[in-house]
């Protein structure tokens, strides 16, 4: 009899886990948030599943700005033909909990080849146990970037993500709230970042689809529109092995407040221990 009720505690403890990280990590809404996207050194929207528990995503974030920023502007770098590459590893801890670690360069003619910081990024699922009928996962990502490279040097981000599959469409919406905990932009508050994403499969192994980034100010009162940033990306991805990813976009953006065209490349390897 002690044993099934152990193993009836046991059952329940381990539903409550993911519950409770979700909530935990929820509440640091009101407590801390992150800030200015890491400008054009990732281009994604993230879908609500995590890494495999014991595998290992690499991937390389490539992105260069053929129109950028072409001026020194509050001492940041001009961002016109600089290349971004950006190292991300991700280990899958549990079916529901992974961490990221990523490293950002950047490399432009003047500059040479930099170092520009690196971030963390723990993220949580709800478990398909659990019956939902959209996908959903909780992300929070801080971390430091050098001064000439962006006016806030410590930054932190929470990031809800909500997807749906339906047949043939893709459906995934990253509705971000971005603070700066160190910076110029420290006391503007949270920040509003939302990104979305539509695909569809064209073929098991093509998908096509337009991405949406944005960044439209403190929650307390949005940026005039022309000093937001938007951003819309064609995209394309390619599915030729479950191991691999490949995405490939346009990014084209909508205001002067934001790097005019961009191409961006994401290659990603699945490893298993």
Do not use: C
Request: hydrophobic share 40%.
């Amino acid at each position: 009899m002690g044993s099934r009720m152990d193993r009836s505690r046991i059952a329940a403890l381990r539903r409550v886990q993911p519950a409770a990280i979700l909530l935990g990590t929820g509440f640091l809404l009101f407590w801390a948030g992150s800030v200015h996207a890491q400008e054009n050194y990732e281009i994604q929207v993230y879908g609500s599943d995590t890494v495999a528990r014991g595998e290992l995503m690499v991937e390389l974030h490539t992105n260069f700005a053929f129109k950028g920023e072409k001026q020194v502007v509050n001492g940041v770098l001009p961002t016109d033909h600089a290349l971004h590459e950006t190292v991300e590893l991700t280990y899958g801890f549990t079916p529901w909990f992974e961490t990221g670690f990523y490293v950002f360069t950047s490399a432009a003619s003047g500059q040479g080849v930099q170092w520009v910081g690196d971030h963390m990024r723990p993220r949580v699922r709800a478990p398909e146990s659990w019956g939902w009928p959209v996908g959903v996962s909780l992300s929070t990502e801080f971390g430091y970037q050098r001064r000439v490279f962006s006016e806030d040097t410590w930054t932190w981000e929470i990031r809800p993500i909500v997807d749906k599959k339906l047949g043939r469409w893709y459906l995934s919406f990253n509705p971000a709230l971005e603070k700066s905990i160190h910076g110029a932009n420290a006391g503007r508050g949270f920040e509003f970042s939302p990104n979305f994403k539509a695909s569809y499969d064209v073929t098991p192994a093509v998908t096509v689809g337009v991405e949406y980034y944005g960044s439209l100010g403190p929650v307390s009162g949005l940026d005039p529109v022309g000093e937001q940033q938007h951003q819309i990306v064609p995209a394309i991805d390619l599915n030729l092995s479950p191991d691999w990813e490949l995405n490939l976009g346009a990014a084209i953006g909508l205001t002067h407040s934001t790097d005019r065209f961009v191409l961006k490349m994401i290659v990603g390897r699945r490893i298993s221990f």
